[in-house]
Each structure stands twice: as structure tokens, then as C-alpha cells.
């Protein structure tokens, strides 16, 4: 028997190579750290939140409806009243800001939808204060130099891969970050972000832009493509 087994070791050894080889391969792979295909090129891969690449994973998720134009319009008055203290969390001229979600790139789209549905999960309501944003209205924000300094073509707002969220609570947006839930709730926002392979306000080095969020590298090549990489 030995020596049989000596005789044939090399036809042995290579159809124990084809036989074990693909199951061990298939092991190996699955029990690699889990990444979500990017939906288009100029997107971060989700990492790292099972909930976030398996609703990425799953069906298409609808836009809530729009909300009543009296909300935008109590919110607006708050940020006349609170004056620069709003300046890094309170859009500028909400009241006319374009909410229309099917202005809004389709992969970010879905990207956002995501967030706002693990956001519910965790108690926190999310309302869209402004997604798409014409390169007029861009230059009539950059000129005031309070809401932003990206000029007109440079904004990801223009290209529909941005988009700025308020927290939304008894039908009213919360902006009072020394209220340690709102703040809780605005920073949950941004990690859940990060983890959807986007990029958050929250974590820009000089003004802090709480409520935006932006498709960075699909931006980036969106301005590049306009003329204004």
C-alpha cells in the first residue's frame, strides 16, 4: 500500500491541490473585512457598519415628503435672531432653498436616505434643508461671506452631491447644540457619514458646517469635468 501510495504521490498531490484549493480560497475571502462595492466611481467604500452596507446592500429607499414651508419659515426667523451664534449651524435663506430630492445625484441620494433611516433607528428625525443649489443662489450666499466662501461652480451643492440636514423634532428643526442631545444627534449624523463614505461639515477644520454632508471625490471630479478642478 506504501508503495503505491509513493508511486502515485504526484497525481495525488496535484488533484489534492484542485480539490482543496477553491473551498480554502472561498474561506478566505469570505472572512476578509466586509467593503460595499462603490456605486460609481469618486465614492468611498462603506467600512465598518454592518447596518449601513446591508441597507446600502438592499432595496431602493424612497425620500420622506416634503415638509409644511412654515418650518423653514419659524427657522429662518431663529437664525435672524441668533445671529452669528446660527452662522455655523442655521443655513442661510432656508426658507427659499431647493429640497428637491430628484435634483439630488442618485447614488448620494440613496447614500443620505441611508443615514436618515439608521438616524430614525436611533430616535433622531432627519429633514432636508437644502440639496440642490444653483449657481446663482451659490454666488449671492458666497458674496454675504457668512454662509460660505465657495463661489459659484465650486460648491458640491451645484452638482447635487451635497446636501445640508437639520434635526427634526415636534415639527421643528433643532439647532441648540448646548443641548447635549441635539448635539449628540448632529455628531451620529456625521459618523454615520464618514461610514457611508461620505464626507461631513462637522469635521472641516475651519467653520464647522454641522448639517452638510458631500460626495468629496465625486465632487471633485464633477467641478474637474465643469472647468472648475
Known amino acids: 500500500m506504501a508503495g503505491t501510495l509513493f508511486r502515485y504521490r504526484w497525481p495525488l498531490l496535484v488533484a489534492f ?30 467600512t465598518g457598519n454592518s447596518q449601513i452596507v446591508e441597507l446600502l446592500n438592499g432595496e431602493r429607499l424612497v425620500p420622506p415628503p416634503p415638509l409644511p414651508p412654515e418650518v423653514f419659515v419659524i427657522a429662518e426667523a431663529e437664525r435672524r435672531q441668533l445671529g452669528e451664534v446660527a452662522a455655523e449651524l442655521i443655513p442661510d435663506k432656508i426658507v427659499s432653498a431647493d429640497r428637491r430630492w430628484d435634483a439630488i445625484d442618485a447614488a448620494f441620494q440613496q447614500r443620505v436616505l441611508v443615514i436618515y433611516t439608521v438616524m430614525k433607528q436611533r430616535g433622531y428625525e432627519m429633514a432636508l434643508v437644502e440639496g440642490y443649489r444653483s449657481p446663482a443662489r451659490q454666488a449671492e450666499l458666497a458674496a454675504g461671506g457668512k454662509a460660505t466662501r465657495a463661489k459659484a461652480g465650486q460648491s458640491c451643492h451645484q452638482y447635487g452631491l451635497a446636501v445640508d440636514s437639520a434635526i427634526l423634532k415636534n415639527g421643528k428643526l433643532q439647532w441648540n447644540m448646548n443641548d447635549r442631545w ?23 477644520r ?24
Open 206 to 229: 475651519s467653520i464647522k458646517d454641522y448639517v452638510h454632508v458631500e460626495a468629496k471625490a465625486a465632487c471633485r471630479d464633477a467641478r474637474s469635468r465643469a472647468g472648475y478642478g
Open 182 to 204: 441635539v448635539r449628540d444627534g448632529y455628531f451620529l449624523y456625521g459618523e454615520l457619514a464618514e461610514q457611508a463614505g461620505l464626507s461631513w461639515g462637522g469635521n472641516w
Open 17 to 46: 491541490m484542485l480539490l482543496g484549493l477553491p473551498p480554502l480560497a472561498v474561506f478566505l475571502i469570505r472572512n476578509d473585512n466586509v467593503q460595499l462595492e462603490s456605486f460609481e466611481t469618486g465614492y468611498t467604500d462603506a
